[in-house]
């Protein structure tokens, strides 16, 4: 059985500072249901209510679409490493984009990154904790750079050029407003 909490601990901030992947899940009222894998260093706790993460150019920008027709956003972290567990926060979300100012203003929290596309701020309204019995051990090897080396070989007109032929809308049609 999972233990909620109104709020994210320091116990559990550790443990998210600790994983290398999360899991974003969002859906519109209707449509599919997205769930997307993160990497890099793309995942900051700001306070025990309130996270945010850099949303980085990709094929898609469903958690965007998403959450322009609903806020709800559910993080969740498992451990491939050490103590079985999987956390997931419970929350609502915005997304900001280089031209707000508060994109400005969490932008130095993470390394430079040209495919920068959002950066997703969440209030979180619950944390759910549960045992993890079932997620497999697995090792860490090292980061993928793949996405990062393609974006600065892109250059900023054409990720900008990019999102305008591939991330303007969701596969169900949503747009996104990733070029405002």
Known sequence: MGKQFDFISEEQQEFIEQQKIFFVGTAASDGRVNVSPKGTDSFRVISSHKIVWLNLTGSGNETA???????????????????????????????YHERDAEFGEYMPLFPPNVGARQIIEMEVDMVQTSCGFAVPFMDYKEERTTLNDWSAKQGRERIEEYWKNKNQQSIDGFETKVLG
């Open 65 to 95: 679409a998403h959450l322009l027709k609903n806020d709800r956003m559910t993080i969740m972290f498992c451990a491939f490493e050490g103590k079985a567990m999987i956390m997931r926060l419970y929350g609502y979300a915005k997304i």
